[in-house]
């Protein structure tokens, strides 16, 4: 395979898109199921045997590459599109504003025996209460907002869960990958979201990389799932191109596409 050129230096980590999709571009059969239900075969169309191989492959490659640092997810992916701010929180809250509303860092999750990444969730609702914040190699990162609720704030604090603070209304993802390389040290982001947050990235071009498992499937369906959702383009805009850097195929029909965005070097990126 064919490494990408290099991005240039955009003051933010790579980011790569890396996801497993159908001929369609659907990436679950249905709206409203999370990747954390039990019965996974309820969300994702059983695959052809090369899959799971192909998986460890761009993995692996990933790895090689880049030492990915973060994975990205949204709220989505843990809670339900109704669900809202979480309840029944304490309300009696002990820090002021001016300190709940900056980065919360605690040393000894940055600083953990172990630690080497972070699984990075997109919550400035603050909808997601998390079971299980640490483990393995891996810490929970949330990225809020000064909207997020300050008893949300709070909660992640009393449970040592790390976050960043950036963007008003919602997370501001181009603050807030800067804000990770700058505070944390991480060069490459892998987003294995949904399409809302893949879509809000391609927006805001801020993806270097694609990586895309197409299942020999075809699933269809008014508001199934994408691997880019959001808003369409405006008038006037234009497709994001993409250059081929690789394709493998299986002989049982499976493919892996690896792509890099072609960027206008006459703008900032």
């Not at 900056?102 to 630690?115: A, I, N, Q, S, W």
């Not at 209460?129 to 891996?138: F, L, Q, V």
Request: glycine share 10%; charged share 25%; proline share 7%.
């Amino acid at each position: 395979m064919t490494q990408g050129s290099d991005a240039g230096d955009t003051g933010r980590p790579r980011v790569v898109v890396s996801v497993t999709m159908s001929v369609d571009g659907r990436i679950a059969l249905r709206r409203g199921q999370l990747w954390t239900d039990e019965d996974a075969s309820l969300i994702f169309p059983p695959r052809p045997p090369s899959s799971q191989a192909l998986e460890d492959a761009r993995t692996s490659l990933l790895d090689k590459l880049y030492q990915p640092q973060a994975f990205l997810e949204g709220s989505g992916s843990f809670v339900r599109d109704s669900a809202g701010p979480l309840t029944g929180l304490p309300t009696d809250i002990d820090e002021p504003p001016d300190v709940l509303y900056t980065d919360f860092l605690p040393k000894e999750v940055v600083e953990r025996p172990g630690h080497e990444k972070w699984l990075t969730a997109v919550d400035s609702r603050g909808r997601v209460r998390w079971e299980m914040k640490s483990t393995g190699e891996w810490d929970v990162l949330v990225l809020v907002a000064r909207a997020t609720p300050a008893a949300h704030l709070a909660y992640l604090r009393r449970e040592r869960i790390p976050y960043l603070v950036v963007g008003d209304e919602r997370v501001d993802l181009d603050a807030a990958l800067r804000r990770m390389r700058e505070r944390l040290g991480v060069t490459c982001v892998v987003s294995t979201a949904g399409g809302g947050l893949n879509g809000a990235l391609l927006r805001a071009g801020l993806i270097d990389e694609i990586h895309l498992l197409v299942a020999p499937q075809v699933i269809g369906g008014l508001g199934t799932p994408t691997v880019f959702d959001g808003p369409p383009l405006a008038i006037g805009e234009t497709p994001t191109r993409l250059r081929l850097l690789s394709c493998h195929v299986e002989t049982d029909g499976m493919l892996w596409l690896r792509y890099e965005v072609i960027r206008d070097t006459t703008t900032t990126a």
